[in-house]
């Protein structure tokens, strides 16, 4: 296991400060990751919610007040991930789409994402793409990162004067700029 957990760390060391978009698909697709939430169990007959949670409570949303995901939001997130395996015949692991494992039913999101929906187009690393579109195009995601940078950074409390003259003016440039951390 230490081999995997290197070049998770390696992975995510090499784009701590550039695109988060590209961060966090690497994250998700990631084996060490795929491991540890059962992403590589996840599959069209029995959808794991276990990475689809965290992709939205710990990587996105987080569950503040104005953080209004919801549980179909969850499932349908589980169900557009479902078919990413690990090949465990390279070194280091690598991972794969497996189609005979995907849901390809068309996956629909409340009104926190302005009800989008996300189905196949011509693959499912598009499909994840299309995700994680979904889940930055919301004002709460870069809210959310804006915050937990100033808590790490700044301080760990959040006056609602921080959040209007601070981390709302924030979020907007980093929104503008693409996500460029």
Same mark, same amino acid.
């Given at each position: ?23 966090? /698909? ?8 795929? $491991?540890? +939430? ?5 599959? *069209? ?9 965290? +992709? ?19 499932? *349908?997130? *589980? ?13 280091? +692991?690598?991972? &794969? ?7 390809? %039913?068309?996956?629909? $999101? ?11 187009? %011509? ?18 995601? *870069?809210?959310?990162?804006?915050? /937990? ?29 693409? &996500?460029?951390?």
């Amino acid at each position: 296991i230490a081999q995997p957990v290197y070049y998770y760390y390696k992975m995510l060391r090499e784009n701590c400060l550039g695109d988060f978009r590209k961060m966090l /698909k690497s994250v998700t697709i990631d084996p060490t990751m795929l $491991f540890y +939430l059962n992403g590589q169990k996840n599959s *069209a007959t029995a959808p794991d919610e276990n990475y689809g949670r965290e +992709l939205q409570e710990l990587f996105t949303m987080g569950k503040g007040v104005d953080s209004k995901y919801t549980e179909d939001d969850v499932k *349908a997130a *589980a169900k557009v991930l479902t078919g990413i395996r690990i090949n465990p015949l390279v070194n280091p +692991l690598t991972n &794969y789409y497996d189609l005979t494992q995907h849901d390809f %039913t068309v996956k629909t $999101f409340s009104a926190f994402y302005n009800n989008k929906s996300i189905s196949f187009k %011509t693959s499912l690393e598009q499909e994840v793409d299309d995700l994680l579109n979904l889940l930055t195009s919301n004002t709460e995601c *870069a809210r959310f990162l804006c915050r /937990k940078l100033y808590q790490f950074f700044v301080y760990y409390e959040i006056s609602p004067e921080v959040e209007n003259n601070i981390i709302i003016p924030l979020s907007d440039f980093m929104r503008s700029n693409n &996500y460029d951390i």
